[in-house]
């Protein structure tokens, strides 16, 4: 999908609903895309894109040629979203505020990390929206690497390819494959719909019982 198509299709109607809608959605029609504690490092928006990936690893014997993360800043598109799978790695930083800014500069969206991150205090002064695991001092050179961009990545236990649709707020993270995209933002639109109901029917003064009753709440996700 191009970046044009999404942002005239799909992002405004995806940036309406929240992870917890969407990972419902995703569990209603049985795909796995949603994880758990990488969260915002400050009070940033909900952001949302297509996944421009990194794979980290460990500094070693072979050495890289370049500073992670640059060539997946310059491969991608206005609206995408940076995707880097640092293994859940909260001891070693993979991206800093010289990368948030060639991000912003860019025109991403944000950076999601599934390990830590540094210069959050910068990022949220020139308003670049980053989810991580958390932030440390140190920098990355002579700790780790990256392996390959636009790959196949593994974030939480979720698999992620180049393209998939991101969507990350004050929740979490949910991944959604572009071919099911259309079924899923359905879906989420569906339950957000009937939570919303819900809301109100508790404000007339509905007991938690008789709403329960009323929307079979425990049933909804079945298809």
Not at 27 to 49: E, F, Q, W
Not at 56 to 70: C, D, N, P, R
Not at 81 to 95: A, E, F, M
Request: glycine share 8%; charged share 25%.
């Amino acid at each position: 999908m191009k970046s044009n198509v999404f942002d005239e299709k799909y992002r405004s109607r995806i940036l309406k609903l929240s992870t917890t809608n969407l990972s419902d959605a995703l569990d209603k029609i049985g795909h796995n895309g949603a994880v758990s504690g990488i969260l915002p490092m400050y009070d940033c928006p909900r952001i949302t894109g297509r996944a421009v990936t990194i794979k980290i690893t460990a500094a070693g014997m072979l050495k890289s040629e370049h500073h992670l993360g640059v060539h997946a800043i310059d491969a991608a598109d206005k609206g995408d979203i940076i995707v880097i799978d640092n293994h859940g790695d909260v001891k070693n930083n993979c991206w800093g505020e010289i990368l948030s800014m060639g991000a912003k500069m860019k025109g991403v969206s944000g950076v999601v990390v599934d390990g830590a991150t540094r210069d959050i205090d910068m990022c949220k002064e020139f308003e670049f929206p980053v989810y991580a695991r958390g932030t440390v001092p140190i920098t990355a050179r002579g700790r780790i690497i990256q392996e390959s961009f636009n790959q196949m990545v593994r974030i939480g236990d979720v698999q992620v390819s180049p393209g998939d649709i991101v969507m990350a707020d004050v929740n979490g993270i949910v991944f959604i494959p572009e071919e099911r995209l259309d079924e899923v933002l359905e879906a989420a639109e569906q339950i957000q719909q009937k939570e919303e109901a819900m809301v109100a029917e508790l404000k007339k003064g509905l007991s938690i019982l008789e709403v329960d009753k009323k929307f079979a709440y425990e049933q909804m996700l079945k298809k």
